[in-house]
């Protein structure tokens, strides 16, 4: 074992001891850029708290381009006060360490919760995925329309609404994780790290192409997001990275009828508007978008959806 750092399982996996004031006692993901622990926090009256720790990778500590994305993720997320989107733990005066707190999401990415929906033979209804999508578009809204303390918009685009960065708690919250790759009026532009993280396949034709984004970027990914839950097919299968992005970049996304003969109409053209390839085709806010997915059958239904996840898992 070397000194401060206890093994945990597999080589080059180990659990560091401490990070600020959190004790990390699982690894949840490392990343290209971040490492993403659930840790215990120790607050004064002497209980120990359960929390999700999210940090630089020790490599990239010292890089400055790393430091500011990761200031810009904390100060977005101090800015944020929504069930849907993940809470920060830290004041504002903390948030350029390298690392912050966040609470701990009790549930389930969406990604393992596909896997096994696969896993089972099971299908995720339809009156769920819209469900889901519609409340990550709230939030997303919500993202959109903040402002900061000193009372100037922020500007927020998420740019990687990608299933990894969306969680399902096991009260049926949808929430929102992951600014790590946002714009915002701080940083309008993609940073030279950031491009290693993002999941193509999510972003919009105009990201493919690195023009500059606003919040319509977010409900094209919103759509490719619901394009797949809904036709239980994943968009763009056995590509390569750069046959990825250069489909995405000519705006060629299939009819999901094609894939799933069953999806009713009134969902198809609410996909089909939210995926148009010139932002100005689609819906204009996030808000839109959300709007018309309740009005199809996404009504809120948070333990309609926890009693269907919490079957799967138990
Ligand atoms: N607050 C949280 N609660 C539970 N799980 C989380 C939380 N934050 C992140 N995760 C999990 O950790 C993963 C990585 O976190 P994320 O912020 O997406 O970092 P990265 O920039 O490495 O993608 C997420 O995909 C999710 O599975
Ligand atoms: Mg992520």
């Known amino acids: 074992m070397r000194s401060g750092v206890a093994r945990s399982g597999a080589r080059g996996d180990e659990l560091p001891t401490a990070i600020g004031r959190y004790r ?59 069930r849907g989107i993940v809470r920060l733990l830290e004041s504002h005066a903390t948030t350029s360490h390298g690392h912050f707190g966040l609470e701990l999401v009790h549930g389930r990415t969406l990604p393992e919760v596909v896997r096994r929906a696969e896993e089972y033979g099971v299908r995720m209804p339809l009156r769920h995925a819209i469900s889901i999508v519609a409340s990550l578009a709230e939030a997303v809204d919500y993202s959109h329309v903040c402002i900061s303390a000193d009372r100037t918009p922020l500007c927020t685009v998420h740019a990687d609404l990608s299933p990894a960065n969306v969680t399902l708690a096991i009260d049926g919250t949808v929430k929102l994780v992951d600014f790590g790759m946002a714009r915002s009026r701080m940083r309008p532009t993609q940073g030279r790290l950031q491009a290693l993280g993002s999941a193509v396949a999510y972003m919009s034709p ?36 750069d046959q990825v992005v250069a489909r995405v970049a000519i705006g060629a996304v299939p009819l999901p009828s094609q894939v ?45 959806l926890d009693a269907w996840v919490r079957r799967l898992f138990h």
């Open 206 to 241: 105009e990201q493919c192409r690195g023009e500059t984004l606003d919040r319509r970027s977010d409900v094209y990914g919103l759509g490719v997001l619901l394009w797949e839950l809904a036709t239980w097919s994943r968009l763009y299968r056995r590509l390569s990275h």
């Open 260 to 304: 799933r003969a069953d999806i009713p109409a009134a969902l198809e053209d609410t996909l089909m508007i939210a995926l148009q390839p010139l932002p100005q085709r689609r819906f204009s806010t996030a808000a839109e978008f959300a709007r018309v997915l309740r009005q199809l059958g996404g009504a809120e239904d948070p333990r309609g």
């Open 24 to 82: 990390p006692v699982r690894r949840l993901r490392t990343s290209p850029l971040a490492e993403t622990f659930v840790a215990l926090a120790d607050r004064d009256d002497g209980i120990s708290e359960v929390v999700a720790v999210k940090r630089i990778r020790p490599e990239l500590q010292h890089v400055a381009d790393a430091r500011a994305m990761f200031g810009h993720e904390a100060l977005l997320l101090s800015s944020f006060a929504h």
